[in-house]
């Protein structure tokens, strides 16, 4: 900076600053001349700015074609993706139970695939002689869970009975595949169990239909 532009620095913050005594008409004057020759001189010339530089591609360079190689990776990945989802499909359909044959048990509930709620642990009927692939839960009566079944060789229908309050193994029994019409399993002195349609007077008590094949008989206490 030069002594000219300092000057002028100085006597504008003198003359437009508003501070301090007001200035003269020497300095008014002088700073008039300052601008003046300022504005006259000049400015230095500035650099033009440097245009970036584009690199030619060479003529004989083979094109790349990324999109191509992008959507062949990303079509492998999908091939992938969609086996895997086969093989977890396939896993999970060849180890969900299969619904037991109903036409050949002759009880519809069987016809649907057992879930959760209807498993009972195989140590628990261990002795029973009951296919626990074929247990289905049916109902909640007086504090009992009625479950229907059909034995390990598939011929006759059972019935397995847990406490509902506290999950305990109550009763379990089978009826032979040639014994015919209902077969009836007395749960308590109060409650009695059917698979099947008795005859009006052979059970005890009010019938409570639980599903198409089994009916509670419920008697007063």
Known sequence: MSGDDVELARLRERVYGGRGSAPTVE???RLSALEDRARADPAPDEPAPTAPVERDEP??????????????????LGAVALL???????????TQPAPTDATASGLPELAFVQTS???????ILSDSGIDPASIRYIATIRDFRIYLAVPDDGDGRCIAVFT??????WSAGCASGAQPGAAVFGVDENLSVAIGDPADDTVAGTPI???????????PN
């Open 27 to 29: 300095e008014i004057a």
């Open 59 to 76: 003529t004989d360079a083979t094109p790349r074609p990324p999109r191509r190689v992008t959507r062949g990776i990303l079509t492998a």
């Open 84 to 94: 895997g989802l086969g093989i977890a499909i396939g896993f999970a359909a060849a």
């Open 117 to 123: 709620e209807d498993v009972i642990s195989g140590d």
């Open 164 to 169: 509902s309050t506290d999950n305990r193994p």
């Open 209 to 219: 239909r639980l599903s198409d094949s089994v009916t509670a008989y419920v008697r």
